[in-house]
């Protein structure tokens, strides 16, 4: 048998980029904020997750989450939208 993908999130890379800006703070920053996880996060590995090339691990999105006071929920389905 092949190997099956699994669905990926289509809004998530604009959700990721909503949370960014709205903490109003550059690739830059949002890296060096996402260092309290446990995995490194450079300022170019925001740029591709913000254009859907890479997605971040589940410990990256969940600290994005905390950062904008957010569900994880809500970055990952595609049928809800991050609240203001």
Not at 22 to 27: K, P, R
Not at 36 to 54: D, Y
Request: proline share 5%; hydrophobic share 40%; net charge positive.
């Amino acid at each position: 048998m092949g190997k099956r993908s699994r669905n990926k999130p289509k809004k998530l890379a604009s959700k990721l980029r909503e949370v960014r800006f709205g903490l109003d703070i550059g690739q830059a920053e949002m890296a060096e904020r996402l260092q309290r996880v446990e995995e490194t996060v450079h300022p170019g590995m925001i740029s591709r997750f913000e254009h859907g090339k890479l997605e971040p691990s589940l410990i990256v999105l969940l600290e994005y989450a905390r950062l904008a006071g957010v569900s994880m929920e809500s970055l990952v389905d595609d049928k809800l939208r991050l609240p203001k």
